[in-house]
């Protein structure tokens, strides 16, 4: 089937506007000072990426975000999540991203600079020592942000939770924060390299009460935040 001309020029424009966006974001990024003036100068780039891209970021319910320290945890389906989850939250989050990432050029040096948590999956040893470390941040007050199901794929659903968001919310005693992402999937989907539009919600859902525990605790967080998200998206679970 031969590709429409339109969409791989768009395609090729969109993916101009990640570079020249990134160098955009450097800017403030490098020189302001204070943490919430770099994200919020990064978010502000973020959403005027989508709305330059003619992707229309619909936001839903952003209102039942706790308004103390969090836990968001999100559904994965396309590399356009962390940057559209980046827009919508209030730049007092910060993001669990996976230890890889802050290899990337430039990208990486951004993401230490707004103060982004990195998670080495690779090494038992270093990951439980960056799980320890979001822990306390967590404690003293920071929020922050998960996709536990750790990667995306093209399949439509929602795929198994990792534990670690959750275990961090109940042992520190903050809610957990579902937040449904719809079509992003569509929009880029995995293994794929030329967008197409598609409407893009965030929805965020009734927050889940950490209660300081462990164990049981976490799991229950983890699978009411699953059933949750799936129920608002209307996918299966995988």
């Not at 968001?72 to 999540?81: K, R």
């Not at 040096?109 to 799980?131: I, P, Q």
């Not at 937040?179 to 919600?201: H, N, Q």
Request: proline share 7%; glycine share 8%; charged share 20%.
């Amino acid at each position: 089937m031969t590709a429409n001309p339109l969409r791989l020029v768009w395609g090729v424009y969109a993916w101009l506007l990640v570079v020249l966006m990134l160098l955009i974001a450097a800017l403030p990024v490098l020189a302001l000072p204070r943490l919430s003036q770099r994200r919020g100068a990064a978010g502000f780039i973020c959403r005027a990426y989508f709305l330059l891209c003619g992707l229309p970021v619909h936001r839903i319910g952003m209102d039942r975000l706790p308004a103390g320290p969090c836990v968001v945890v999100a559904n994965h389906s396309s590399y356009l999540d962390g940057p559209l989850l980046f827009a919508v939250l209030p730049p007092r989050f910060g993001f669990v991203i996976k230890k890889e990432a802050s290899r990337i050029p430039l990208a990486g040096k951004l993401m230490r600079r707004l103060g982004h948590h990195f998670v080495d999956r690779s090494n038992r040893h270093e990951g439980a020592n960056d799980a320890r470390r979001i822990l306390r941040a967590v404690a003293q007050g920071q929020s922050v942000a998960f996709f536990p199901e750790g990667t995306f794929s093209a399949q439509t659903g929602v795929a198994r939770f990792h534990t670690g968001a959750f275990a961090t919310a109940a042992r520190a005693g903050v809610p957990v924060a579902p937040v449904a992402i719809r079509g992003t999937r569509r929009a880029l989907r995995a293994k794929t390299f030329v967008p197409r539009w598609s409407r893009i919600e965030v929805e965020a859902l009734a927050p889940l009460e950490g209660s300081g525990g462990i164990g049981d605790t976490a799991a229950q967080l983890r699978d009411a935040s699953r059933a949750r998200i799936a129920a608002s998206l209307d996918e299966p679970l995988l």
